[in-house]
């Protein structure tokens, strides 16, 4: 069984948990891929995809959107999972916020997405520029400032376990 991890990254956490997705899949006896979307061409040879966008100034990054769009009829046809990487995700009820402000249901319609979730990511005040950081502090969308929620807080071992879960969907 082939899967297809596609991700949308502006700066690299989002491929890094792609990256380790596919690690975990390998591990399980998958032929796996890893792309960003912006290089894949073709997607009809993957029997399951796996897609992952950062969410920035509370939307999922254009070229995953693009993505969506581009593939939407083959997708259609694909047992879909989506992760999306944020911060929103550490404050109180944010993993219920996500999915819920985040999540795209208009974006997906007719796409049979068989698995959502939220994984907190890293926020590196010093990787954005100026201009990033003040709209970042304007347009986040919870109660903490982004300062607050500075670090890395990828969490491998939630990532591991849901790849797992979702993996032993993947033969029914
Ligand atoms: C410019 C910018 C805007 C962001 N906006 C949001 C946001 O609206 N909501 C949120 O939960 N996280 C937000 N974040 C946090 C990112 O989702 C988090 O840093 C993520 O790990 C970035 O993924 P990437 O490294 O793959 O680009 C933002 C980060 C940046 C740099």
Redesign the pocket.
Known sequence: MSVLVAYA???????EIAQYMGGVLDEHGYQVSVQNVNNIQNIDQYDQVILGS?????LWLREMTAFVQRYRDTLNHKSVYVWL????VLEEDGYDHVLTHYFRPELMRNIPVKGVTAFA???DLKE?DWS?RWT?GL???GAKTPENLRGDYRDWKAIRAWVQQISTDFAV
């Open positions: 990254s502006m700066y690299g956490s989002t491929a950062a969410i920035h100034h509370g990487t944020c911060i929103r990511g890293r926020l954005i990033q970042l347009q986040y969308d």
